[in-house]
């Protein structure tokens, strides 16, 4: 990848540092631009492993949450301990492949709908996140050397890099202070991302434009039905006694 990767990434995590809302920062983080430009920059062939890939990057958020507010380890060994994580199922998923796209998708469907009935049940703080301290050029530059090092590191991974959290081992440390709430956003959100890889692992033996097309298309789709979902869920909420 490249250095517009670096910069888009770093344009991410900046993007993101300046919403004080978990939720959509949960939201902007689902985006998959990062997987774009891979997909762009590749020609890696997309399979229920990229399927297994999200859920991968779902666990790398957890283990850098419980790490560092259940543990107390330092942020940076937290997201280095997320990293490793991602690394070895990565490598696990991988040496299994090809996945099959129809039973993989079912099966993580079905768990996207099994983890968020449980965390819809536990109450949980939607409160604003908490601000960073740090100085705007120290955090810009922060992102940028985070993202050329978390782009190298991701080149090792073939083609569970298509789904690598470029920009979150940088998300991780801004959203430290928020970070179970963010898990559970992000578990949430994160169906959307599903929605694209699926997409474009039907229509990839078209063209790579066309199936990206059509991948951002049904995230899109599905990205607007997790809102009226999560709406709806709002308004019988507030007609409960």
């Known amino acids: 990848m490249t250095l517009v990767s670096c910069l888009v990434v770093t344009l991410i995590v ?57 543990f107390g380890w330092p942020i940076l060994v937290a997201d280095a301990a997320g990293v490793a994580t991602y690394v070895v199922l990565g490598a696990s998923i991988a040496a299994v492949a090809p996945w099959p796209l129809a039973p993989t998708l079912t099966a993580v469907v079905l768990g996207w709908i099994a983890a968020n009935a449980v965390l819809a049940r536990r109450p949980g703080d939607d409160g604003p996140a908490r601000p960073d301290p740090r100085p705007a050029a120290v955090k810009l530059a922060i992102a940028f050397g985070g993202s050329v090092l978390t782009i190298a590191l991701g ?39 599903i929605a694209f890889v699926a997409t474009f692992a039907v229509a990839q033996t078209s063209s790579r434009a066309a199936a990206l097309a059509l991948a951002w298309a049904a995230y899109a789709v599905c990205a607007g039905l997790l809102l009226v979902l999560r709406a709806a869920g709002a308004r019988v909420a507030r007609r409960r006694p």
């Open 14 to 70: 900046w993007t993101i540092s300046l919403i004080r809302s978990v939720r959509l920062r949960a939201v902007v983080y689902s985006l998959p631009i990062p997987m774009t430009l891979v997909l762009l920059a590749a020609p890696t062939v997309v399979d229920g492993a990229q399927l297994l890939g999200v859920v991968a990057l779902n666990l790398f958020f957890v283990v850098v949450a419980v790490a560092h507010h259940r």
């Open 155 to 193: 080149g090792v991974l073939h083609g569970l890099v298509v789904t690598f959290p470029y920009a979150g081992v940088l998300v991780a440390v801004e959203s430290r202070a928020d970070l179970p709430q963010f898990c559970r956003h992000f578990a949430y959100s994160c169906l959307g991302m």
